[in-house]
């Protein structure tokens, strides 16, 4: 089992990924991960998303638009499937800043995105 936000756990997800088209970005931060602060990258495309791992970011072409910040234990939350995204937002949980209009136009791919590949999901340890 990878422990959620490894490197390990970064390159899972990424091996279960299709490649995103070069559309916008959004920059994830999360405060107070056992490691650290972690930050990442989701690149959107016509053919879904894909996450950039905090290692890879400078080599991403696609800078970001948007900001997401949360603490670990909102985004683990998020990941494991016990917190709907559209609640931590609701409640603060999730800061949002950068360019809303990117998030309005791709909408409809956002709010049934799961980036997290099942198998990796119910290997994942989160807590």
Request: charged content about 20%; glycine content about 8%.
């Amino acid at each position: 089992m990878a422990r959620f936000m490894s490197p390990e756990w970064f390159e899972q997800v990424a091996a279960k990924q299709a490649p995103a088209d070069c559309g916008p970005a959004i920059d994830v931060v999360v405060t107070g991960a056992p490691v650290g602060e972690i930050a990442y990258r989701v690149v959107l495309g016509n053919d879904g998303a894909k996450i950039v791992a905090p290692g890879r970011i400078a080599a991403s072409k696609t800078p970001p638009q948007v900001r997401f910040a949360a603490d670990y234990e909102t985004v683990a939350a998020i990941a494991s499937g016990k917190l709907p995204t559209y609640d931590a937002l609701l409640e603060g949980r999730v800061r949002v800043s950068g360019d809303a209009a990117v998030l309005l136009a791709h909408l409809e791919l956002l709010a049934g995105l799961d980036l997290i590949p099942p198998h990796v999901r119910q290997n994942t340890t989160f807590f």
